[in-house]
């Protein structure tokens, strides 16, 4: 394996400001930055508090995004905060709607990078798959993203403008009047599985998903929304204290051997130090289960023995074991396990007493599948060869 894995979270996130005049936008604040981003607009630092509230409420209940539809501000106000502030969620650049209805967003953000989003309606619910990074710093050798280097961490705004968009586009921000419970909702579940990894841009994604959790705003309840990692184990502990949403972890290996190749930050944190701090996670957050995704290659981790050893890894852990199907993308070094293999690696799961789906590739039509998202504009691309040798392959 090359050394080319920088296991660093020494990113760059753009400031909030990028350059002197820019307006300040007021999406992704939480509400105490929210509040004092309206008193540097002006508005007396009394009426702060209550402001903000309403502020919020305009912009992720009701979906508003001009000020002067802000109608329980005064006049005055609304022009005061219209020069300095705005609410700016990221550009759609482009939306392909798959044979199955899965829709995919390519959308862009402050620098003229684009990022996937990717909508699976499902019946009586509808999940959205939102990214956290431009690219990813870590190279997991079956993934698409992997493959593409990492440009920078989004900012908390473009990851809750991300579920801001999706809802524009299913118009599905509540009319006046009329309740818009998330049992009802077409976008009723948030999964944290675009690109890049969620905890290395822990802050800002928590800051996102704290507002989409928020009562006031966009109202989903934490147990709708799941965070998946390729199992920084440092900030597990933190996601349950500071999130307390579901975890679900890129296992896709029962041997370090394997995980290694597969996920190589399993050599920063093996199987052994991952398992102890999802152990601990179910307890910390309140969550019923973990989920843990295996993703199903053949001749390479789909054996009997590997499906006995994983549940072995796991006693204890209040589990789901995601089986999915491997997506191809143009150059991966591994080919899809056959169905009969999936099936019989899930009945063995299964008789262990772990509920195991086989996760449907959805949207596949429009490359929207897992793990084959990557912006086709983000040109440096690596060649088949090096993706084969760095995955020792
Ligand atoms: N970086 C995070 C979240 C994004 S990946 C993580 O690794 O968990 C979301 C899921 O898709 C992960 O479980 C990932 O391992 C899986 N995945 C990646 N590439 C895939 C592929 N080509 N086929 C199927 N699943 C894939
Ligand atoms: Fe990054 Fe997740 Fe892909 Fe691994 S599977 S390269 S952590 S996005």
Known sequence: MTAKTPITQDLVTIPRKEKKGEKTNLVGLTRGALQEALIAAGIPERQGKMRAGQVWQWMYQKGVRSFDQMTNLGKELRVRLAETCEIRVPEVVTRQISEDGTRKYLVRIAGGHEVEVVYIPEENRGTLCISSQVGCTLTCSFCHTGTQKLVRNLTAAEIIGQVMIARDDLGEWPKPGVPNPPEARLLSNIVLMGMGEPLYNFENVRDAMKIAMDPEGISLSRRRITLSTSGVVPEIARTAQEIGCLLAVSFHATTD???????????????????????????????????????????????????????????????????????????????????????????????????????????????AACGQLRSETERARKSRAQIAKEAGI
Request: no cysteine; charged share 30%.
């Open 257 to 367: 051997e394997i995980r290694d190749k597969l996920v190589p930050i399993n050599k920063r944190w093996n199987l052994e130090t991952l398992l102890a701090a999802l152990r601990a996670y179910p307890k910390a957050s309140n969550s019923e289960r973990i989920t843990f995704e295996y993703v199903m290659l053949k001749g390479v981790n789909d054996s009997d023995e590997d499906a006995h050893r994983l549940v072995q890894l796991i006693k204890g852990i209040p589990a789901k074991i995601n089986l999915i199907p491997f997506n191809e993308w143009p150059g991966s070094p591994y080919e899809r396990s056959s169905n009969n293999r999936i099936r019989a690696f899930g009945d063995i799961v299964n008789a262990a007493g772990y509920a195991s789906p086989v996760r449907k590739p959805r949207g596949e039509d429009i490359m």
